[in-house]
């Protein structure tokens, strides 16, 4: 398994600004992941945070927006930028960390994010 | 593309009662079926993985059984209590991609 915690495990913050929200592994891992899970929904995957290069984002999210840094195998940021009220969800990082041939991911505690 | 559909949306039973939550899924080319407990507000906890080649998996009073020929996985809670209300998620795994989850079944177990 893996220990994943993330900063900060909440936050109301204001229109226009933005957060950063952090995930640390308490082990090196191959893949780390941020998902959004909207209120009532269920998890929709934002991005693959790849280490030494750019995030990989799925369809209808962009950097621009949710900038992701991955500076090595423990540790990941997403910043939500220009916030809206829109954007109000739990933020959760995951890992695989690929150790088998089958994806077997882990969640940290999540970010819930309120916009005013 | 897979898609992951739980039925039903919401589930709620007295205490004691045994259930089964059911996931199905549509490509049948998966490498493992993970079934996740998330309270309200908070982050997943892993409940069970069952790999490709496994038919079910249990622990304590939970069993997950996977049919990769029909698509298909449930979650057997045997002897329901009230600290088993959660919202419960399927997740189906490739390989090479993330997991793909389903709504979730929301269930209440009333005192």
């Known amino acids: 398994s893996a220990v994943i915690s993330q900063k900060p495990s909440r936050d109301i913050c204001q229109r226009g600004t933005s957060l950063t929200i952090q995930c640390q592994v308490d082990?090196?891992?191959?893949?780390m992941f941020w998902y959004r899970q909207q209120p009532g929904q269920s998890l929709t995957l934002i991005a693959t945070a790849n280490q030494g290069s750019e995030a990989t984002y799925e369809s209808g999210f962009v950097i621009d927006k949710f900038p992701i840094s991955r500076p090595n195998l423990t540790f990941s940021t997403l910043t939500v930028s220009n916030m809206s009220p829109e954007d109000s969800s739990i933020y959760l990082c995951?890992?695989?960390?690929?150790?088998?041939?089958?994806?077997?991911?882990?969640f940290g505690p999540g970010t819930r994010l309120t916009v005013l | 593309k897979q898609e992951v559909t739980q039925i039903p949306a919401a589930l709620s039973v007295p205490e004691g009662e045994n259930l089964v939550l059911n996931c199905s899924f549509t490509d049948s080319a998966i490498y493992n079926l993970q079934w996740f407990r998330q309270d309200p507000g908070k982050g997943l906890t892993s409940l069970l993985l069952?790999?490709?080649?496994?038919r079910e998996q249990t622990s304590g009073r939970l069993n997950a059984s996977l049919d990769k020929s029909s698509g298909r996985s449930t979650l057997y809670i045997a002897a329901s209590q009230p600290g088993d209300s959660a919202t419960y998620l399927c997740?189906?795994?490739?390989?090479?991609?993330?997991?793909?989850f389903g709504k979730g079944t929301r269930l209440s177990v009333i005192a």
């Open positions: 069952i790999q490709s080649s496994q």
């Open positions: 997740a189906a795994g490739s390989g090479n991609t993330p997991l793909v």
């Open positions: 995951s890992v695989d960390k690929r150790e088998r041939r089958y994806n077997e991911q882990f």
């Open positions: 082990s090196q891992v191959t893949m």
